[in-house]
C-alpha cells in the first residue's frame, strides 16, 4: 500500500514566522512531488511542485525534496494570517497517472 | 481562479438513487481527473479521462462511471447512492495524460440521506 503521511496539526505559528510542513512517502519510486493550500469548504489549489532532490523556491514559498530520505517539506516566510489552511501533499510515483494524497495538516497563522 | 467549472454545487440525494456530476475542464486542457474527498481526508483518485478514453481507475466499484466529450468536459456518474458516498467530488484538468499539474474545480457537495 502505497502512502503518503502528513501530521493532521493544527500547527500554529505567530504572524511573520517561518511556518514548516513536512510529509513521507512510502514508495521509493516516486517522482512527483506536489503542495496544494485548501481553505475550509474550499478546493485544493495547486501551490508548489518539485521532481529533483533539493531546495526550490517560489516567493515566499520553499519546497524542499529529500528523496533517500522520502521526505518533501514545505516552508512559508513571513507567514501571513490568509496562510491559515489545510496544506495537502500530493505524490507520483511514475508508474502510472494517479497522484497518492496525505489527509493534510491544518496550518493557523496567528496575528 | 483554475478556469474549470464543475456543476452543482450541492446536491442531496435518497440512498439508492442516482447522480451525474459535470465538469468542464481549463482551455488548452485535455485530461480530467476525478476525486471524492471525505471530511478530513485527503482526495481519493476515482479515474481520469484523457481525449475521451478512461486512462486509469483508482479503488472505487462499477458504479461509479464516468465520460469525457470531445470539447474535454466530463461527467461523473454513481449509481445505487450510499450514504458513504457522502463528499466532496473534485475535478481537475491537465494537460496530457502524464501531467501531474492538476488544476480543480470548486466541487460539488454530494449528502445522501
Known amino acids: 500500500q502505497k502512502e503518503v503521511e502528513q501530521n493532521s496539526g493544527p500547527l500554529s505559528v505567530p504572524e511573520g514566522a517561518i511556518a514548516s510542513l513536512n510529509c513521507t512517502y512510502s514508495?521509493?519510486?516516486?517522482?512527483?512531488f506536489f503542495w496544494y493550500r485548501q481553505y475550509s469548504g474550499k478546493s485544493p489549489e495547486l501551490i508548489m511542485f518539485i521532481y529533483s532532490n533539493g531546495d526550490k523556491e517560489d516567493g515566499r514559498f520553499t519546497a524542499q525534496l529529500n528523496k533517500a530520505s522520502q521526505y518533501v517539506s514545505l516552508l512559508i516566510r513571513d507567514s501571513q494570517p490568509s496562510d491559515s489552511a489545510t496544506y495537502l501533499c500530493a505524490v507520483n510515483t511514475g508508474s502510472n497517472y494517479q497522484l497518492i494524497w496525505g489527509a493534510g495538516t491544518k496550518l493557523i497563522i496567528k496575528p | 481562479e483554475t478556469g474549470v467549472t464543475q456543476s452543482p454545487t450541492h446536491l442531496i440525494k435518497t440512498r439508492g438513487q442516482q447522480v451525474t456530476l459535470r465538469c468542464s475542464s481549463q482551455s488548452g486542457h485535455n485530461t480530467v481527473s476525478w476525486y471524492q474527498q471525505a471530511l478530513g481526508q485527503g482526495p481519493q483518485f476515482i479515474f481520469q479521462?484523457?481525449?475521451?478514453?478512461?486512462?486509469g481507475r483508482g479503488n472505487f466499484p462499477p458504479r461509479f462511471s464516468g465520460l469525457q466529450f470531445p470539447n474535454y468536459s466530463s461527467e461523473l456518474n454513481v449509481n445505487a447512492l450510499e450514504l458513504d458516498d457522502s463528499a466532496l467530488y473534485l475535478c481537475?484538468?491537465?494537460?496530457?495524460?502524464?501531467?501531474?499539474?492538476?488544476?480543480f474545480g470548486p466541487g460539488t457537495r454530494l449528502t445522501v440521506t
Open positions: 514508495d521509493r519510486g516516486s517522482q512527483s
Open positions: 481537475a484538468s491537465s494537460l496530457g495524460d502524464r501531467s501531474y499539474e492538476q488544476y
Open positions: 479521462y484523457y481525449r475521451e478514453e478512461e486512462n
